[in-house]
T-cell receptor, first 112, second 114 residues
Framework: DQQVKQNSPSLSVQEGRISILNCDYT??????FLWYKKYPAEGPTFLIS?????DKNEDGRFTVFLNKSAKHLSLHIVPSQPGDSAVYFC???????????FGKGTTLSVSS | DSGVTQTPKHLITATGQRVTLRCSPR?????VYWYQQSLDQGLQFLIH???????AKGNILERFSAQQFPDLHSELNLSSLELGDSALYFC?????????????FGEGSWLTVV
């Protein structure tokens, strides 16, 4: 039973345009959400996070939106750059010491 | 460089064998997590240790075990290996017990079972 779902295995975007990566979750106990980015032959690296008390968090070109009622979050990258091409993982956790639960990832390809 | 060190980076072994993967967390981090990344399976949580004590188990097989030592490094032991155990195994660490916080990943250990 997948508690965190990334239904799009891949996404292709042109340089300069917006990339939108989506993530759905099923566990209502999740209240902290993170996005990780992974390049080939490297470990995942933290990108941005959001707690359930917020509905938006912004860091430079990256913005995460959280819709608690829909149990949905999204990562917006504006403008997209070729160096953003990577696998993006959505992750969720509760505050009670539970481990991060990850989705299967979305491979983003940004073409110049 | 996340500060999390994993060894070995690559390992090829035969079915039925046993291997040990090692992880050194970031300096000062007390929590260590193990994840498995198989083809098309994303990052599957295996087990979490905090300051030497097991805190949570995920989808970890009975053939697998882990421990965290007093110096906070951790080892993941995989025994009676099967072809399906071929995967990338990640260790991650964080300073706190709960992962309502960022965790930092090592570069992973590639295990190939032949």
């Amino acid at each position: 039973d997948q508690q965190v779902k990334q239904n799009s295995p891949s996404l292709s975007v042109q340089e300069g345009r917006i990339s939108i990566l989506n993530c759905d979750y099923t566990n209502s106990m999740f209240d902290y959400f993170l996005w990780y980015k992974k390049y080939p032959a490297e470990g995942p690296t933290f990108l941005i996070s959001i707690s359930s008390i917020k509905d938006k968090n912004e860091d430079g070109r990256f913005t995460v939106f959280l819709n608690k009622s829909a149990k949905h979050l999204s990562l917006h990258i504006v403008p997209s750059q070729p160096g953003d091409s990577a696998v993006y993982f959505c992750a969720a956790t509760g505050w009670a010491g539970t481990a991060l639960i990850f989705g299967k990832g979305t491979t983003l390809s940004v073409s110049s | 460089d996340s500060g999390v060190t994993q060894t070995p980076k690559h390992l090829i072994t035969a079915t039925g064998q046993r291997v040990t993967l090692r992880c050194s967390p970031r300096s000062g981090d007390l929590s260590v997590y193990w994840y498995q990344q198989s083809l098309d399976q994303g990052l599957q949580f295996l087990i979490h240790y905090y300051n030497g004590e097991e805190r949570a188990k995920g989808n970890i097989l009975e053939r697998f075990s882990a421990q965290q030592f007093p110096d906070l490094h951790s080892e993941l032991n995989l025994s009676s290996l099967e072809l399906g155990d071929s995967a990338l195994y990640f260790c991650a660490s964080s300073p706190v017990e709960g992962s309502g916080n960022t965790i930092y990943f090592g570069e992973g250990s590639w295990l190939t079972v032949v």
